[in-house]
Nanobody, 124 residues
Framework: QVQLVESGGGLVQAGGSLRLSCATS????????MGWFRQAPGKEREFVCA????????YYADSVKGRFTISRDNAKNLVYLQMNSLKPEDTALYYC?????????????????WGQGTQVTVSS
């Protein structure tokens, strides 16, 4: 069992930055690929980015490529999402998730565990 708790969301102006954190429990954290998803009101949950279990590989949705960076610290059981050049369309509830599926899972069904989410609001 893996428990995930996101933090770091908030209100920011367009062009600003935020860093989200995901704290995990469980001694097997380093064996999971990790991902971030987001869900805006009235829309489906969408993939943002993923990182392999050792952090050697990452994968990003086209909409965030070049602006967002995912990283992880296996010693601290933490995953981060650095978000720069934020846009109003980035406004959503952001979820951290853990997957035993493979190296870079990128769809909702590929993930086994989910956090409760942290709200990010970008004003124009």
């Amino acid at each position: 069992q893996v428990q995930l708790v996101e933090s770091g969301g908030g209100l920011v102006q367009a062009g600003g930055s935020l860093r989200l954190s995901c704290a995990t429990s469980g001694r097997t954290f380093s064996s999971y690929a990790m991902g971030w998803f987001r869900q805006a009101p009235g829309k489906e949950r969408e993939f943002v980015c993923a990182i392999s279990w050792r952090g050697a590989s990452t994968y990003y949705a086209d909409s965030v490529k070049g602006r967002f960076t995912i990283s992880r610290d296996n010693a601290k059981n933490l995953v981060y999402l650095q978000m720069n050049s934020l846009k109003p369309e980035d406004t959503a509830l952001y979820y951290c998730a853990a997957s035993s599926f493979g190296i870079l899972p990128h769809t909702v069904p590929m993930y086994d565990y989910w956090g409760q989410g942290t709200q990010v609001t970008v004003s124009s």
